[in-house]
């Protein structure tokens, strides 16, 4: 399994709460679509204004083939100008002995 983080920072709460509403009715139904999808949370600042996506992934391939994707580009378009900088993402690998 392979989880892909991508994080996140917004100006404000109005925007967090924004980008939440984008996340939860568009990008979540469109993930459950893509091959290899497993599970994904959502989780926000306590307090704060950065937000993190945590998405599971059966393989490498079937992460960085969504990561690639028009799904995913459209999510980028549809929230980056509630974002401070750019989502920064990171790819980590199921530990196993």
Same mark, same amino acid.
């Given at each position: 399994?392979? &989880?892909?983080?991508? @994080? %996140?920072?917004? /100006?404000? $709460?109005?925007? /967090?709460?924004?980008?939440?509403? @984008?996340? =939860?009715?568009?990008?979540?139904?469109?993930?459950? #679509? =893509?091959?290899?999808? &497993?599970?994904?949370?959502?989780? @926000? =600042? $306590? %307090? %704060?204004?950065?937000?993190?996506?945590?998405?599971?992934?059966?393989? !490498?391939?079937?992460? @960085?083939? *969504?990561?690639? #994707?028009? #799904? *995913?580009?459209?999510? /980028? &378009?549809?929230?980056?100008?509630?974002? /401070? %900088?750019?989502? +920064? +993402?990171?790819?980590?690998? =199921? *530990? #196993? !002995?």
């Amino acid at each position: 399994m392979y &989880a892909r983080m991508v @994080i %996140g920072e917004t /100006v404000d $709460d109005d925007q /967090v709460q924004e980008f939440t509403r @984008i996340y =939860e009715s568009e990008v979540l139904p469109a993930l459950k #679509s =893509e091959p290899g999808f &497993a599970s994904a949370q959502l989780m @926000i =600042e $306590d %307090g %704060g204004t950065m937000a993190v996506s945590l998405t599971v992934w059966r393989t !490498r391939d079937d992460c @960085i083939k *969504y990561h690639s #994707s028009r #799904s *995913y580009r459209q999510f /980028v &378009a549809k929230t980056q100008h509630l974002l /401070v %900088g750019n989502f +920064v +993402v990171k790819l980590f690998k =199921e *530990y #196993s !002995r």
